[in-house]
């Protein structure tokens, strides 16, 4: 069974911490995104990262930023959290290059910030 | 730019009753369609994929590229449908975006 797993289900963070979402995918995947969840607003790419140490933005960057050291780990970064940031964040993993290629994603984060 | 919209924030029918969720798109290439489905209290999962050309849980989606439509449709709703529907585009460099959502809710 195919698993990415996010290191959190909830986490309360005060306005100003530096906050750290991980994701672990076991598929031996290329590409690795995190997403924010908002109602009314969908999934927003935040950042997506195609390869060990390659990143691009998405839609949302500012911020944050990632982390991609090992091809399984994938890190959003919040510098200097703020109430705005308050969410449910979604990672994802999907195999590089074939067509026909899903994305496979975590159970979420929701980040609340005071 | 890639783009995905989806214009019905929530769609309510009643069991039996045909389902219509609609979704156009804006890419300039050659796009890769999805549609993915979360259920109450888990996580986000695919449903179907334009190139597969399948059935599942009895829901199609044809890609209309004259219209940048990939509407997903089912004859005949079921309680268990009732779920939030994303509408996906695969485009360059593999980036994945995602429209912003349609709650359907199926009645008794």
């Known amino acids: 069974d195919v698993k990415v797993t996010q290191s959190s289900r909830y986490l309360v963070k005060r306005t100003g911490e530096k906050v750290f979402l991980e994701c672990v995918q076991d598929m031996d995947h290329e590409n690795m995104f995190w997403y924010r969840q908002d109602p009314g607003l969908g999934l927003r790419l935040i950042y997506f990262?195609?390869?060990?140490?390659?990143?691009e933005k998405g839609d949302i960057p500012e911020g944050y930023s990632v982390s991609r050291e090992k091809k399984e780990r994938f890190s959003l970064i919040l510098e200097s959290a703020s109430t705005n940031q308050t969410s449910m964040y979604l990672c994802?993993?999907?195999?590089?290059?074939?067509?026909?290629?899903?994305?496979?994603f975590g159970q979420g984060t929701r980040l609340t910030v005071v | 730019a890639q783009r995905v919209t989806q214009p019905e924030k929530l769609l309510s029918v009643f069991k039996g009753a045909p389902v219509e969720l609609k979704c156009n798109y804006s890419?300039?290439?050659?796009?890769?369609l999805f549609w993915y489905v979360q259920y109450s209290r888990q996580r986000l999962q695919l449903l179907l994929r334009h190139i597969s050309r399948e059935s599942i849980k009895g829901f199609t989606a044809d890609l209309n590229k004259g219209e940048t439509s990939f509407h997903l449709k089912k004859p005949f709703a079921q309680e268990e449908d009732s779920a939030m529907y994303y509408c996906a585009l695969k485009g360059s460099a593999s980036k994945i975006i995602f429209g912003s959502g349609t709650r359907l809710s199926i009645r008794p």
């Open positions: 994802a993993s999907s195999a590089r290059g074939n067509r026909n290629t899903e994305a496979f």
């Open positions: 890419y300039s290439g050659s796009p890769e």
């Open positions: 990262s195609y390869d060990v140490k390659m990143k």
